[in-house]
């Protein structure tokens, strides 16, 4: 690029110097080239014309830095790079504005003002070289511009001087003026100001300063003490607007005519007031913003505080101008001056004069309403503001004094009101208003029906002060407090009447609590109104005036009105709806115990009631329900136990055996004191019985032998308990059946040895050893206790098995001693346990019950025989040669021999049963043993060959 502008300047002097002696065919480069954004090459392409602004400038920059002043073009030159330079300024200011950043700041007002410098420049180089120059006039506003952007107050108002000196017919000669009427004006050079205001003023050129140059002359002259010039002025910048209507106008122009008229205003207040406005306007008879002159003079001396003044000037508008549409304005405008003043006894006064004159119902307004419909709109609107003021005076003086006259002022001006504004009652709630005069007057019968005007709209409450009251008189009514209640209702009987204002009071209860559910005092309307419903037999209308309670309301009475719905629900039956209040009370609400006791069975009753009713309407599965559901909710009441054995039975009843056994277990659970536990219980066995749960049945025995107080019954039960189980294989839990009776019944004697017996088979099953010999061993022992004729053949053959078994045990311990070295000790051992097994085989055959006698005969005569071949068996001395050991075996032949013969006379006894006709296994074994014993008569084998050769 800088090398193309080094071309183009070259190029460009080049040409101006030899313009006559270039090729004819290439056009010359005028000043106007310059700003062209085209491209132009010459044949050769060595010639490029800038395109962007700073090209341009820099373009005229450099032909300047060639031109010579006597260059025709040099002028143009000069003021058209400055105009670029100050466009460049302006960029440069709005950049700035733009990027408002610190350090970026000090380096763009650099810039900026160095770009005005330059600007400033150029233009005083073209006034200097060229003074003469015809658009010298455009140079100079430019020069002025510059300076004023710079911020060169002396400069400027200097450079416009020389415009309004030296270019007259310049068209920037009147703009010239007006900038240095101002500058004079806030000089406080105010003849001179005025002088450069006429001069523009006077200027027949359509000027946009001509307004604004008559305003400020008026000013400059008011400034100098010339009031009636300067009206003179404001009068004709009035007249040069043409103001419309004031409320026609626009926001703008209203602000416009309203700093008119104040400057009208402030100067008539300095001439004297009415009496100058009375010179000024008779020769401004058809004025037609007259009123707005003295209401504007009335609002300065009002500012002042002269408010006597103020008065004085509307009044005398209203007295000289009678026939003026705004004498009502003016009128009202003296109210209002006197309310703001505080003189309520003169702004009373103005009130009644202005209603006589002027209220709605006048004749005056006839045809001006539709005519001036604006001013009647808004004094109208001003005097329905009045009279709520002064009714609400009048209203305090009454409450502060009782003063009848106050009384009587203050239901004039209401009366007045609801004559010309009832449309507004409710708005400006006058009704209300009205009504708490009458009721603090004793007026109740008029208070009331105002505050039902005041306070309803059919069933909407329009205002909830009214409606307050209207229910504390209507319950003031109902009470008989108001004395003139039976003459509201002269053709009702007292009792009628009462009625009627109890359904009102009521109607209105309900309506507040539904709107107003949060107003604190909502809870006491219902609290009183609900209990008045329910004592009068209202249900509906309890339930409806309870269910507009908020939560945010004190336990006593939200249990209080709840209650009383939950009654009334009751009342009518709807059982459904009166369990849920219940319920919803005791979830709600932390209640004292004789509330909660109270709550809980009405919740109880409201239950049952729908179980009564299903099995009334032979549905026996939901009253079951219903019955059952009771202890569950309320378990505690006195209708839940009853409730529950209903269930119970009904279930039983339709053989819904599981629902029983829930019920059941359920009634034992919470009622394990009732009077009809045990009765309960016994149903249970039934029920596990019917339904083939034995185990259960078992289970529920022995609990009732537990808590059962009939002996028999608990023998019973504990008996069956225990056969329940062990028909089940629950052996574990008979056995607990079978050890409790035992330790519990020992009468009668049999059946306590069954018992045990039954013990000692469970035991068996579960091959508990230790257990089967304790309960055999306590049969033995039992039976030798008790006497002879308690026992039966029964218990004698359960003591002999018992015995028996014991043997046996005994018998094994035998077998189990071995007669090893040292023979001495083991001897001695094995005899003792030989003898005791004698002893208890002998106790068992003593039963004389063949089954064991048999037995217990025969294993007598194995033990001998046992303990004979045990000594032949016994084990040598070490120490013994063959003789010796000959003699040894001798000395044992002689000593085990009578044990064999011990065992044979045994085997012998056991023969004899024979000839009782009995013979079963153990007599076979016996005859068995014989014939091995002794051959001669049984058959008998020798022992050992040699010794019984020996012997024999």
């Not at 056009?27 to 080239?33: E, F, Q, S, W």
Request: glycine share 2%.
């Amino acid at each position: 690029m800088k090398i193309l502008l080094t071309t183009f300047t070259f190029i460009f002097t080049f040409i101006i110097v030899i313009t006559g002696c270039t090729n004819k065919n290439i056009k010359p480069v005028t000043l106007g080239d310059i700003d062209r954004n085209t491209k132009t090459e010459s044949t050769t392409g060595a010639y490029l014309i800038p395109k962007t602004e700073d090209e341009i400038r820099k373009a005229y920059s450099q032909y300047l830095s060639h031109a010579s002043k006597n260059d025709r073009s040099r002028a143009d030159a000069l003021s058209r790079l400055a105009s670029l330079e100050f466009k460049l300024s302006e960029q440069i200011l709005r950049d700035k504005n733009d990027n408002n950043e610190g350090a970026a700041d000090d380096a763009d007002d650099q810039l900026y003002y160095a770009q005005l410098d330059r600007t400033i420049e150029l233009l005083s180089t073209a006034l200097r070289d060229y003074p003469n120059e015809k658009n010298n006039d455009k140079t100079l506003y430019q020069l002025a511009k510059a300076y004023d952007q710079k911020g060169d107050e002396v400069n400027t108002l200097k450079t416009i001087e020389l415009i309004a000196n030296k270019y007259p017919k310049s068209k920037y000669y009147i703009e010239s003026q007006f900038r240095l009427a101002e500058k004079a004006f806030s000089t406080r050079q105010y003849s001179l100001s005025e002088d450069k205001y006429t001069e523009v003023i006077g200027s027949k050129k359509n000027n946009i300063f001509y307004e604004k140059s008559l305003y400020k002359r008026a000013w400059s002259r008011f400034k100098q003490e010339f009031y009636f010039e300067a009206v003179d002025d404001l009068i004709r910048v009035i007249k040069f607007n043409d103001f419309d209507y004031y409320e026609k106008l626009s926001n703008s122009k209203k602000d416009l005519f309203n700093e008119y008229f104040r400057a009208i205003g402030l100067s008539f207040s300095y001439m004297g007031g009415v009496r100058a406005l009375e010179d000024y306007f008779k020769r401004e008879d058809e004025f037609k913003h007259l009123y707005y002159v003295y209401a504007h003079v009335s609002d300065i001396y009002l500012k002042g505080e002269r408010k006597s003044d103020a008065v004085d000037t509307l009044t005398y508008f209203a007295s000289n101008n009678p026939s003026s549409n705004h004498v009502p304005e003016a009128m009202i405008k003296i109210i209002d001056i006197w309310q703001s003043a505080g003189f309520s006894n003169k702004m009373n006064i103005a009130l009644d004069v202005y209603y006589a004159k002027y209220n709605p119902g006048k004749q005056y307004w006839n045809n001006r309403k539709a005519n001036d419909s604006r001013i009647f709109k808004t004094v109208n609107k001003s005097l329905r503001t009045h009279i709520l003021t002064v009714s609400a005076n009048h209203h305090k003086k009454y409450q502060k004094n009782h003063k009848l006259t106050d009384y009587q002022n203050a239901k004039r001006w209401y009366e007045n009101y609801l004559t010309h504004y009832s449309s507004y009652s409710q708005k400006d709630n006058i009704h209300y208003l009205y009504a708490s005069l009458l009721a603090e007057a004793g007026n109740n019968k008029e208070a009331i029906k105002h505050y039902i005007l005041a306070g309803y709209d059919s069933n909407i409450i329009i205002d909830k002060k009214s409606a307050y009251q209207s229910i504390l008189l209507a319950s003031a009514l109902v009470s008989n407090l108001v004395p003139d209640l039976t003459s509201t209702l002269a053709s009702k009987t007292t009792q009628e009447a009462t009625n009627l204002w109890t359904k009102k009071l009521i109607h209105f209860s309900t309506l507040f609590s539904q709107q107003y559910p949060n107003d604190k005092r909502t809870i006491k309307i219902i609290a009183h109104a609900s209990e008045l419903a329910y004592n009068s037999q209202l249900y509906s209308q309890t339930i409806t005036l309870a269910e507009s309670i908020s939560k945010n309301i004190s336990n006593s009475l939200a249990i209080k009105i709840n209650t009383l719905k939950a009654n009334a629900y009751f009342k009518q039956k709807h059982y459904p709806d009166a369990e849920n209040t219940y319920r919803a009370i005791l979830n709600d609400y932390d209640l004292i115990q004789r509330d909660k006791t109270s709550t809980i069975d009405g919740l109880a009753l409201s239950i049952y009631y729908q179980g009564k009713e299903s099995f009334e309407n032979n549905d026996k599965y939901k009253a079951i329900q219903h019955y059952s559901r009771i202890s569950a909710v309320a378990p505690h009441s006195t209708i839940a136990s009853t409730g529950l054995y209903d269930a119970i039975a009904l279930t039983m009843e339709s053989k819904l055996w599981k629902e029983s056994i829930k019920l059941i277990k359920e009634f034992q659970r919470l009622y394990p004191r009732h009077k009809y536990f045990n009765d309960v219980s016994k149903k249970l066995t039934t029920v596990y019985l019917n339904s083939k749960q034995h185990i259960a049945a078992a289970k529920e025995l022995e609990k009732l032998a537990y808590n059962e107080q009939d002996s028999d019954y608990q023998l019973a039960a504990l008996w069956k308990a225990g056969e329940l189980y062990e028909d089940n294989k629950d052996y574990n839990s008979a056995i607990r059946s079978f050890t409790r009776y035992a330790k519990i019944f020992r009468s009668p004697f049999p059946q306590y040895m069954e018992s045990m017996f039954k013990l000692v088979s469970l035991y068996t099953l579960k091959k508990d050893a230790a257990n089967i010999s304790y309960w055999q061993g306590t049969i033995v022992s039992e039976d030798k206790k008790t006497p002879n004729s308690l026992r039966s053949d029964r218990t004698r053959y359960i003591a002999s098995s018992a015995a028996l078994f014991l043997a046996r045990d005994s018998h094994l311990n035998f077998t189990k001693a071995k007669l090893v070295l040292p023979l001495k000790k083991n001897l001695r051992i094995k005899k003792r346990a030989m003898q005791k097994t004698v002893n208890l085989y002998g106790q068992a055959s003593s039963y004389n019950v063949a089954e064991t006698a048999t037995e217990a005969t025969h294993a007598i005569a194995e033990l001998y025989n046992e303990f004979s071949r045990a000594l032949l068996q016994s084990e040598r001395p070490k120490h013994l040669d063959a003789d010796d050991l000959e003699q040894y075996q001798i000395l044992l032949e002689d000593q085990a021999f009578p044990f064999e013969e011990k065992a044979i006379e045994f085997y012998e006894i056991n023969l004899r049963h024979v000839k009782d006709g009995i013979f079963d296994k153990w007599i076979k074994e016996s005859h068995t043993r014989l014939q091995t014993l002794f051959p001669v008569r049984y058959k008998r084998s020798p022992l050992l060959d040699g010794v019984i050769n020996v012997l024999h």
